[in-house]
């Protein structure tokens, strides 16, 4: 009776443990996919369609989702390289390292450009940022937050070839 109540107990911890794996590539990929998705598909295509206000508000709300999975992920990310006995140490540590820098990236866009730009965008009132005296800080913002974006991009392709 004991190797059955053994086998009992040792059944669903094994096949919880091998779905961390499957979960862990599945959560990156969610993540890096949807950077992507927005930053490279869904933002240009609001550009090309609406008008440059109506754009920047659509991709500000997107920005903010993005902000706010972005950190989701990175903390089940964190907790399933936690729990993963599947990885050695050191290069559990790595990815974890990897994941930190993505939120990290997420963290300096969502905490620190995106409501300056927000607060630059409502200074310039109606007219525009584009027609307004805060342009230049605006665009360098801007450009500050693409390469924050695409730095993360890459880490999360990264993150998805190390995961394999």
Do not use: N
């Not at 998705?37 to 933002?43: D, E, F, K, P």
């Not at 907790?79 to 974890?96: C, I, M, N, T, Y």
Request: overall charge positive; hydrophobic content about 60%.
């Amino acid at each position: 009776m004991d190797s059955g109540a053994q086998r009992l107990t040792a059944g669903p911890v094994r096949g919880w443990a091998a779905r961390v794996p499957a979960a862990r590539l599945l959560v990156a990929a969610l993540w890096t996919g949807s950077l992507w998705a927005l930053g490279y598909i869904a933002a240009p295509a609001a550009f090309k369609v609406l008008g440059s206000g109506q754009a920047g508000d659509l991709v500000a709300v997107l920005l903010t989702r993005q902000a706010w999975l972005s950190i989701a992920c990175a903390v089940v990310l964190l907790v399933l390289l936690w729990l993963s006995k599947d990885l050695a140490a050191p290069r559990r540590r790595f990815l974890g390292w990897l994941v930190i820098a993505m939120l990290a990236c997420a963290l300096v866009i969502f905490v620190g450009l995106q409501p300056g730009m927000a607060h630059l965008r409502v200074l310039a009132g109606e007219a525009g940022v584009r027609a307004s005296p805060y342009w230049t800080q605006f665009a360098v913002m801007h450009g500050v937050s693409q390469v924050f974006h695409m730095i993360q991009s890459v880490l999360g392709a990264w993150l998805l070839v190390r995961l394999r």
